[in-house]
Nanobody, 114 residues
Framework: QVKLVESGGGLVQPGGSLKISCTATGISVGLRTMGWYRQAPGKQRELVAGIAMSGTTNYADAVKGRFTISRDNSRNTLSLQMRSLKPEDTAVYYC????????WGQGTQVTVSS
């Protein structure tokens, strides 16, 4: 059974940093395409960052240069380091596997506000 559990969300001031993580069970993150999506109130869920089995990464234009996706195969975790956060980054962030995604985590709230 595949399970993805996000953690690390919270409230951060504009310009601040935050790292969120996703612990996977039932799959190996190093053998799957993994991704982070986000959904803000009233908006569609959108891809933020992805990492292929090869390690190739891709980012939404809105987060390029500020966010970094990574994985730790030994701990079977996926992470998203977020820097220079903006209020428009406020959303529920979801971990996923597959492209298109076949499994989702429950999400973690990230709020950027002063």
């Amino acid at each position: 059974q595949v399970k993805l559990v996000e953690s690390g969300g919270g409230l951060v001031q504009p310009g601040g940093s935050l790292k969120i993580s996703c612990t996977a069970t039932g799959i190996s993150v190093g053998l799957r395409t993994m991704g982070w999506y986000r959904q803000a109130p009233g908006k569609q869920r959108e891809l933020v960052a992805g990492i292929a089995m090869s390690g190739t990464t891709n980012y939404a234009d809105a987060v390029k240069g500020r966010f970094t996706i990574s994985r730790d195969n030994s701990r079977n975790t996926l992470s998203l380091q977020m820097r220079s956060l903006k209020p428009e980054d406020t959303a529920v962030y979801y971990c996923s596997t597959g492209r298109p995604p076949t499994y989702w985590g429950q999400g973690t709230q990230v709020t950027v506000s002063s």
